[in-house]
């Protein structure tokens, strides 16, 4: 039975087959679904049926909720929301289960419907399937990203292709970088990947602990090695057998367990305290520091024989401030994790708080990116993140530095064309030189892409 809302006068659907409306809704793409004051679907279209799983018949007379279920509807509806505001919504971005309850990604644009008088009778939803785009994503996501570390830039691409013949073989990895680059990350790739994968990955931090408990730590001690030592306790080598060790900042590591450590490392052995028997392991050490080490060899804060003995491979993270065409995909991907853990919406960054992003130096790095997008998250109540959603102390940062300013706006100019250089290179690729494919995947008209082509020399 087919319906064609709001034809009369009277605003009564009628059954007397398919009205020209409903032959236009019929022939697009889109899905379209209409309801009534109540909320009763009036109309539903042929992409509706085939998006949804659910056919006209079934749908309409039904309350929207029942049909379109999606993550919004008993918390923020989108169609509730513009029938009682009148104020549209345009390429919402949710979740709906289908007639199967399988998870469909669409984007939703609402709209009132209005009579010949002008009288809100209704309203309006458009939505479109958003499977293939998601994929897509997830694959142009997927090749920039190793096991869990994300980047663009080509340090971090150089990287990626080293680590797996890095991780396959036993040598030890010195990762220098400064706090907040994503050492441990690493790290954890480097054994994830290695042939040491299903045995222990201990990680110590070296700065936290005084020498006298840094020791133990590592080494583990004996029933009666000092006063509170009322049972053997095994050290974290004797844990880590057969599998890896990461010493986070081993630059903080005191000489007197630098010499012990040098032993596990030359001879794969080592005494507990308050013991005399020697025990053998089988450890990969991996290193990290945010300290020059070298520099520290120099004024002998360092070992010499212990910094040629660990710096085998050498991996340098570069800081965040030195790869900024890595931000966008690092911004992307803390919202879609804060969008899961706060139960959010937000879709993106507005361009002049990616613009106030890019001019920040980030002295925390990636770590204290992620912080402002967290802290800006729990700020921001529409599906967008501005400026006045940031930390306040970015503002202030732009501000104080206002000589810098126009060299800072055309380096971030630079990297957005760099990475809007890539995207559209690769959905070309993708879709074999079709403008009208790419276009569609990129979420732009094809005019504009035809002219981003010439811009680009593509």
Known sequence: MAYDNYNNKNNIPTQDGPSWTQLILDSIADGVFTVDHEGRITSFNNAAERITGFSREEAVGQYCHEIFRSNLCFEACALKHTAETTETIVNLEVNILNRDNREIPISISTAVVRDETGNVVGAVETFRDLSLIKELRKEISSSYSFQDILGRSKSMLDLFQILPDIAQSDATVLIEGESG???????????????????????????????????????????????????????????????????????????????????????????????????????????????????????????????????????????????????????????ERINLKQSKQIKKVSPSALRTLLNYDFPGNVRELENIIEHAMILTKGIEIQPRNLPAYLGRDKAEHLPQASVAEERNLAVLEAVERDLIARALERHGGRTAAAAEELGIHRSTLWRKIKRYGL
């Open 181 to 335: 680059t994503g050492k441990e990350l690493f790290a954890t790739a480097i054994h994830n990947l290695s042939t040491r994968k299903d045995r222990p990955l201990i990680k110590v931090n070296c700065a936290a602990l005084p020498e006298t408990l840094l020791e133990s730590e590592l080494f583990g001690y004996k029933k009666g090695a000092f006063t509170d030592a009322g049972r053997d306790k095994p050290g974290r080598f004797r844990q880590a057998h057969g599998g890896t060790m990461l010493l986070d900042e081993i630059g903080d590591m005191s000489k007197g367990t630098q010499v012990k450590l040098l032993r596990v490392l030359e001879q794969k052995e080592f005494e507990p305290l308050g013991s005399t028997k020697t025990e053998r392991v089988d450890v990969r050490i991996i290193a990290s520091t945010n300290r020059d080490l070298m520099e520290m060899m120099h004024r002998r804060e360092f070992r010499e024989d212990l910094f040629f003995r660990i710096n085998v491979i050498r991996l340098s993270i570069t800081p965040l401030r030195e790869r900024r065409e890595d931000i966008p995909l690092l911004i992307g991907h803390f919202i």
